[in-house]
């Protein structure tokens, strides 16, 4: 690998996602890192969904102790380790052609439905302002903002009642098979 690096230097450079890892010599582990960290922050601006950035801390918790820990770790180690991509386009297929034909395929095409709805919605309330002006808007706009909060609340609910229906199946199976050693 590359000459051992100043602790000093690694730690300020370490704050932006990917670049202590090329500061370190490991130039496709720090290019992985800072183009998964402009991509989600491209993503969350273009399409308006703030919510993606939920991820960035943790990339940049990731990004920022990798890099102060292979500095910190002793020469041998050190170099040993491999320059490699953190994400590698075969197995990113793989894990989507699993998520697409497996048992996740319907969690999937759910969020993909809400993030697209969201998508629609904030559009569509751009267009209503230009039709209708901003007091109209701006009282739809404060029911509407509440929708989604609205629809996750109503989704935990669902799950706990299916969680306690669930649970008074178990124990009636459960009595049942005790009723039946009794008896037998």
Wanted: with cysteine.
């Amino acid at each position: 690998m590359v000459k051992r690096k100043s602790k000093f230097l690694t730690f300020w450079l370490s704050m932006i996602p990917g670049v202590g890892q090329m500061y370190l010599g490991f130039m496709k582990q720090g290019l992985s890192i800072l183009t998964a960290t402009c991509l989600l922050s491209f993503l969350s601006i273009w399409l308006e969904i703030g919510a993606l950035m939920i991820f960035f801390p943790i990339i940049w918790f990731y990004s920022f102790f990798d890099a102060i820990n292979k500095n910190s770790m002793c020469d041998e180690d050190f170099y040993a380790l491999e320059d490699d991509y953190c994400f590698h386009l075969e197995e990113i297929s793989a894990l989507l052609a699993r998520i697409i034909h497996g048992k996740q395929k319907l969690i999937l095409a759910i969020l993909l439905i809400f993030v697209g709805a969201d998508i629609l919605l904030k559009n569509f309330m751009y267009y209503l302002r230009i039709l209708f002006g901003w007091d109209f808007v701006n009282v739809l706009d404060m029911y509407i903002g509440r929708l989604p909060q609205l629809l996750f609340a109503l989704f935990i609910i669902l799950v706990g009642i299916s969680l306690i229906k669930g649970k008074k199946i178990e124990l009636k199976q459960l009595e049942n098979k005790e009723d039946n050693h009794e008896n037998a």
